[in-house]
Structure formats: C-alpha cells, structure tokens
C-alpha cells in the first residue's frame, strides 16, 4: 500500500479578503501627517517599492498596504504608534 503525502496551500486563502467598513482610507491628511514625523524619505508612495512590502518572505500571502513608513528611530515609532486612535 502505497502512503500519499498531503499538500497544502495557503496563497489563495488570503487573497479574497474584504476591507472592514469601520477603518477609513487613507488619504493626503495622513500622508502629509505621517511625513512630518518621519520626513519625505521615511513615507513610500512608490507603486513598485510597496509591492515588495506587501508580500511575505516566502511569497504566499501579499497585503494591500498603500503606504510605507520607515521610521529609523524608536522615538519615531512611539511618535507613530502614539497617534493611533482606537
């Protein structure tokens, strides 16, 4: 009796996703915002940049980020993390 090994995959269970309607979209208010903290060279709008971020390292699941922020200090991530309003 010959034994069969199971194969999964997980890349197409995340690519359906809906966007709650309870979190808002970003627009110029929160890029203009998050520039101040981190300056023009810390807030990506490049298409092609974000791409990259947007897909994990083993290339199975991507997101949708529109923004990407590079802080380089903690003092800019507690700047970040302390306008979240929830």
């Given at each position: ?22 979190y808002s ?43 990407l922020l590079?802080?380089k200090s ?13």
């Amino acid at each position: 009796m010959a034994s069969e090994v199971q194969k999964r995959t997980f890349g197409s269970a995340a690519t359906h996703i809906q966007r709650n309607p309870a979190y808002s979209e970003l627009n110029s208010d929160d890029v203009s915002y998050f520039k101040s903290i981190l300056g023009d060279n810390g807030v990506v709008q490049d298409e092609d940049r974000i791409a990259v971020a947007n897909v994990d390292w083993m290339g199975k699941y991507r997101g949708a980020s529109q923004l990407l922020l590079l802080p380089k200090s903690t003092t800019e991530v507690f700047s970040l993390a302390d306008s979240v309003k929830v």
